[in-house]
């Protein structure tokens, strides 16, 4: 048990490190497509990955989602539903990102909205796959959050349980 007290202050601070890393990327992502959606639905068109027919509610939906699950994550308000969000929606990135690198497409990211002139690479892949790796993390150490709203109402509550 000593042990795992020796790392409690490492692990605290990986773990707001990730939130906070994750949470801005997110809020930022969310704000600079919502800011225009109509340049993210061609973005998401050149994918080639969806029907027509979901690229427009997507391209509405998806940076709201961004933003609510960033500012989940950086307020620690539904931690775990914020964090296992993003990490999923990293992996969906990540796969579509590798899916258009093998196919060869030379289209814009549209990771942070409107992004021309920026086409997709390997980086992007990687970096995604970092983001989804921290995303986990975060999943995992969700159930003990420091700095959180969460750990406040637990401690409001008397609810030493978790």
């Not at 990986?14 to 639905?41: H, Q, T, W």
């Not at 990490?87 to 497409?105: Q, V, W």
């Not at 999943?139 to 003990?144: D, G, K, T, V």
């Amino acid at each position: 048990m000593n042990r795992l007290h020796t790392f409690l202050p490492v692990i605290w601070l990986v773990s707001m490190l990730f939130r906070l890393v994750l949470g801005a990327v997110f809020v930022y992502a969310g704000i600079e497509k919502v800011m225009d959606p109509a340049a993210f639905a061609i973005d998401i068109s050149n994918y080639r990955l969806l029907p027509g027919w979901m690229i427009n509610p997507v391209a509405i939906a998806l940076p709201w989602i961004e933003i609510f699950a960033g500012c989940s994550v950086l307020a620690g308000v539904f931690l775990p539903g914020g964090a296992l969000i993003i990490s999923t929606l990293l992996l969906l990135f990540a796969t579509a990102l590798g899916i258009s690198l093998f196919r060869g497409l030379d289209i814009s990211c549209g990771c942070f909205g409107s992004t021309a002139g920026q086409g997709i690479t390997w980086w992007y892949l990687v970096r995604d796959i970092i983001l989804f790796l921290m995303g986990c993390t975060v999943l995992l150490l969700s159930h003990h959050p420091h700095l959180s709203v969460d750990s406040i109402i637990r401690k409001i509550r008397g609810d030493s349980s978790r």
